[in-house]
T-cell receptor
Framework: EAQVTQNPRYLITVTGKKLTVTCSQN?????MSWYRQDPGLGLRQIYY???????DKGDVPEGYKVSRKEKRNFPLILESPSPNQTSLYFC????????????FGQGTRLTVV | SQQGEEDPQALSIQEGENATMNCSYK?????LQWYRQNSGRGLVHLIL?????REKHSGRLRVTLDTSKKSSSLLITASRAADTASYFC???????????FGKGTMLLVSP
């Protein structure tokens, strides 16, 4: 089954404690991205990757890091989480090029206290 | 940057009624897509319309695109309670893979 898998689904952590949210896709997609979703603000892109070892900032990259060492994986790293990073996070993947359907993971609800 | 803006923000209807949601965007686009999100879950692609198309159908969904007005509409006919979800439009401005989403319309269909 074609899917994007994120882990964990729920995470509560404390300010400053480094964490990683994993994302893996099994569709051989070149393009992967991370979004955060906040009430009243919709989905905003954090980082994206066009292919292995190629990453770039989205609209709200501050406080986040990503890596793309393998085509299937695109982890999101919060080196020093802060309460304003409490949000619902989504990983998505697609083929490269305009007009491509994006496949989304089930989301990770992160709370930073 | 926010590209699409959906209208209304929330819509409440009865089963069997039609639901219409609108999306306006700011810059020229190559494609516009509509996605659905069930409460707190991942978005699911519904339909894509290209800039040279004016209307597209898929089952109970009808999408229109007016590039002169920079707007699109999504019509769901004969709504069902299972259609209760948030609906987002998304555009790729430069023909690349990056999608910019609107803030969504929350649809509630009551039995």
């Amino acid at each position: 089954e074609a899917q994007v898998t994120q882990n964990p689904r729920y995470l509560i952590t404390v300010t400053g404690k480094k964490l990683t949210v994993t994302c893996s896709q099994n569709m051989n997609h070149e393009y992967m991205s991370w979004y955060r979703q906040d009430p009243g603000l919709g989905l905003r892109q954090i980082y994206y990757s066009m292919n292995v070892e190629v990453t770039d900032k989205g609209d709200v990259p501050e406080g986040y890091k990503v890596s793309r060492k393998e085509k299937r994986n695109f982890p999101l790293i919060l080196e020093s989480p802060s309460p304003n990073q409490t949000s619902l996070y989504f990983c998505a993947s697609s083929l490269v090029g305009g007009g491509r359907e994006a496949f989304f993971g089930q989301g990770t609800r992160l709370t930073v206290v | 940057s926010q590209q699409g803006e959906e209208d209304p923000q929330a819509l409440s209807i009865q089963e069997g009624e039609n639901a219409t949601m609108n999306c306006s965007y700011k810059t020229s686009i190559n494609n516009l897509q509509w996605y659905r999100q069930n409460s707190g879950r991942g978005l699911v692609h519904l339909i894509l319309i290209r800039s040279n198309e004016r209307e597209k159908h898929s089952g109970r969904l009808r999408v229109t695109l007016d590039t002169s007005k920079k707007s699109s509409s999504l019509l769901i006919t004969a709504s069902r309670a299972a259609d209760t979800a948030s609906y987002f439009c998304a555009t790729d401005e430069n023909g690349y893979s990056t999608l910019t989403f609107g803030k969504g319309t929350m649809l509630l269909v009551s039995p």
